[in-house]
């Protein structure tokens, strides 16, 4: 398969000496029918800019530009690969920005034009793709700068990203998601498809936010998620203690039963239980500053 007729992958690796580090967290993806696969699970991209994180030597780079956005920003560490990089925005002129630099550091918002719509694309780097996502997702105000995440992660944290109360891989990382955003597993891809190849399978997770999820501060989400899964196997009546309000009224306050336990309880529960969390918080307040 050729999508342009810039040098085969394998070529530009070898003649800018980019083997992959260990310490980046690097596996470079070099089958284009699934970088175009990963690509085209973004949906179209006409008028989009496509944020890029760890391109590596440009093949998922070019499989995005391919398809037509009106911008790539690529984002990467890894001085080595700049000059690959290079390659492919002369051959698409004025449609690939390269930036050099921590992709846990950049302020996306500010990437994107004001008004313009914008989705991030890319084979994260194993050692930050939780972190990443984590703040994406945190990100105020809310609606957020992207129109969707499209994103390769290990399957245990893809599974992670998507579970359903109940299932094993449930917990904070699902509950964050949930709030905010619908997310889906789209495809996996095999450790072959790599080099060097990870000793784990890969998915692919397409991520759309919610334009206007259930209203509750993250902060008190984010604690509450914490002291209710810190202690996952125990009823909620037990592992709330930490919350430092009657647990007995918090959960009255939520709906939910104290013999509930937190794998079990959904994302609105969730809500209901930091929102009813900050209000007995309050009251203790006004009763201790009139006693």
């Known amino acids: 398969m050729s999508i342009d007729d810039l040098p085969p992958l394998r070529e530009v690796i070898r003649e800018h000496g980019l083997s992959a580090l260990k310490s980046l967290g690097q596996n470079f993806l070099l089958d284009l029918n699934l970088t175009s696969k990963i690509a085209r699970t973004a949906g179209r991209l006409d008028e989009v800019t496509v944020i890029e994180v760890g391109p590596g030597p440009g093949g998922l780079t070019r499989a995005i530009l391919a398809l037509g956005p009106r911008k790539v920003i690529a984002i990467e560490r890894d001085a080595r690969c700049i000059a690959a990089l290079a390659q492919v925005a002369a ?10 630099g921590d992709a846990l550091a950049a302020d996306y918002r500010a990437l994107v034009p004001e008004g313009g719509r914008a989705a991030v694309i890319a084979n994260l780097p194993y050692n930050i793709a939780t972190p990443l996502l984590i703040g994406w997702l945190s990100t105020d105000p809310w609606p957020p700068w992207f129109e969707s995440l499209t994103l390769m992660f290990q399957r245990e944290v893809a599974e ?3 579970a359903a109360p109940g299932e094993d891989h449930y917990g904070r990382l699902a509950i964050l998601t ?3 955003a619908q997310a889906r597993i789209a ?7 790599f080099v060097p190849p990870p000793k784990v399978t890969s998915s692919v997770v397409h991520i759309v936010p919610r334009p206007a999820p259930l209203p509750c501060p993250l902060k008190a989400l984010e604690r509450v998620t914490e002291a209710a899964f810190g202690q996952r196997r125990k009823m909620l009546r037990q592992s709330l203690k930490s919350l430092g309000v009657d647990v007995g009224e918090l959960l009255a306050a939520a709906g939910i039963e104290p013999t509930e336990r937190a794998e079990r309880v959904p994302v609105e529960g969730f809500v209901a239980l930091a929102n009813a969390w900050l209000a007995l918080r309050g009251a203790q307040s006004v009763s201790a500053a009139s006693s």
């Open 91 to 100: 051959h698409y002129p004025d449609r690939l920005d390269i930036i050099e």
């Open 160 to 162: 992670r990203i998507v």
């Open 178 to 180: 949930g709030w905010r």
């Open 187 to 193: 495809f996996d891809v095999p450790p072959s498809a």
